[in-house]
C-alpha cells in the first residue's frame, strides 16, 4: 500500500511540472546510478535549469581576458563557407557556426565537414526571421517553427559540443520566446540567445574606423583592408571577446584570415572555442 500511495505522489509531483518533466527524469537516474554511474553532479539541477534560453540575450561575454572566439553566422554558403573552413584548418582553430535550418538539405557535405574538423555546430533558426517581432495569435507555433524546426534538423550535425547554443537573427529576442521555448524538450537544453562582443555594427569617421560588422562592410563598398581596421580597433578596445563574422560573401573568407593572422601574432591573445567562454 505504502508503495502504491508513493507511486501516485511521484506521478502527481512529476505532472504538475510537465514542462520540466526531463529535468526529473535524469535527477533520478542519476540518483539510482543511470547513465552516470551514480555522479550526482553530471546531473546537478541547477546545472540542468540554467540551460533555459534567457529572457534576454547574453551579452559581454568574455571581454577583457584576450581570449578570441569565432563565431559565424547564416550559412553554410557553398563557396563561401567550405573556404573559411579551409583557413581554420590552415590556423588550427575551432569555430562556431550559427546555422540556418533552412540550408540544412543543400550543405550536408559542408556540416559533415564542420562536424569532422572540430566545430562546433549551433542554432540561428530556420528561416532568419526577427523573432523579436513575432506576434499574433499564432505567435508560438512561429516561434517553435523557427527555433524547433531548425533544432530537428540541425541536431544530428551537434555533436562536437555538450551544449546546445542558440543565436538570435539580428539579436532581436524577446522574453515569451524564452518561455514557449523552454516549456519543450528541446528549448530547455539550450544556452543563450547568445550575442557577441565585436563585430556588431559599424562605427567609422573621417580618420578612424572604430568599430565594423562584416555584411554592413560590404553593403557600404568597404574594402577588405577597411573592415579589418574596425574589427582589430574593437577588439584591443576590449582586450578579446565573442567575434561575428558571416559565411556569406567571399570577402569575409579574407578578413576572417587577416584577422586570425593578426591576432596569431599578437601577445597574450588566443583563440579559444565558445566551450571555453562562460556562457550564464
Not at 148 to 157: F, G, M, N, R, T
Not at 185 to 200: A, F, H, M, R, T
Request: with cysteine; aromatic share 10%.
Amino acid at each position: 500500500m505504502k508503495k502504491l500511495l508513493f507511486a501516485i505522489f511521484l506521478i502527481s509531483f512529476v505532472s504538475v511540472s510537465a514542462d520540466n518533466e526531463h529535468v526529473f527524469d535524469e535527477y533520478f537516474e542519476s540518483m539510482s546510478g543511470g547513465l552516470s554511474g551514480g555522479n550526482s553532479e553530471i546531473f546537478d539541477l541547477d546545472t540542468i535549469i540554467s540551460k533555459d534560453l534567457k529572457p534576454r540575450n547574453i551579452q559581454n561575454l568574455n571581454k577583457g581576458k584576450k581570449e578570441i572566439t569565432i563565431t559565424i553566422d547564416d550559412g553554410p554558403t557553398r563557396g563561401v563557407t567550405d573556404k573559411i573552413l579551409d583557413v581554420l584548418k590552415k590556423h588550427n582553430i575551432q569555430a562556431t557556426f550559427f546555422i540556418l535550418g533552412s540550408k540544412v538539405s543543400r550543405s550536408k557535405s559542408i556540416l559533415e565537414r564542420m562536424v569532422r574538423e572540430g566545430h562546433i555546430v549551433a542554432n540561428h533558426s530556420m528561416e532568419h526571421k526577427n523573432i523579436g517581432e513575432i506576434s499574433g495569435i499564432f505567435k508560438a507555433k512561429k516561434i517553435k517553427e523557427a527555433i524547433i524546426d531548425a533544432h530537428k534538423l540541425i541536431e544530428p550535425y551537434m555533436t562536437n559540443s555538450s551544449k546546445w547554443y542558440f543565436r538570435a537573427p539580428y539579436g532581436s529576442w524577446q522574453s515569451r520566446a524564452a518561455s514557449i521555448i523552454n516549456s519543450t524538450d528541446y528549448g530547455s537544453n539550450y544556452y543563450g540567445p547568445v550575442l557577441w562582443d565585436i563585430g556588431g555594427d559599424l562605427d567609422a569617421s573621417l580618420f578612424k574606423v572604430n568599430r565594423a560588422a562584416d555584411w554592413g562592410c560590404w553593403s557600404k563598398g568597404w574594402s577588405v583592408n577597411k573592415c579589418l581596421k574596425g574589427y582589430i580597433n574593437e577588439t584591443d578596445e576590449k582586450k578579446g571577446g565573442v567575434v561575428l563574422f558571416h559565411d556569406l560573401k567571399s570577402e569575409s573568407v579574407e578578413l576572417i584570415e587577416r584577422y586570425i593572422e593578426e591576432y596569431s601574432k599578437r601577445p597574450g591573445y588566443k583563440f579559444v572555442s565558445l566551450d571555453d567562454v562562460k556562457i550564464d
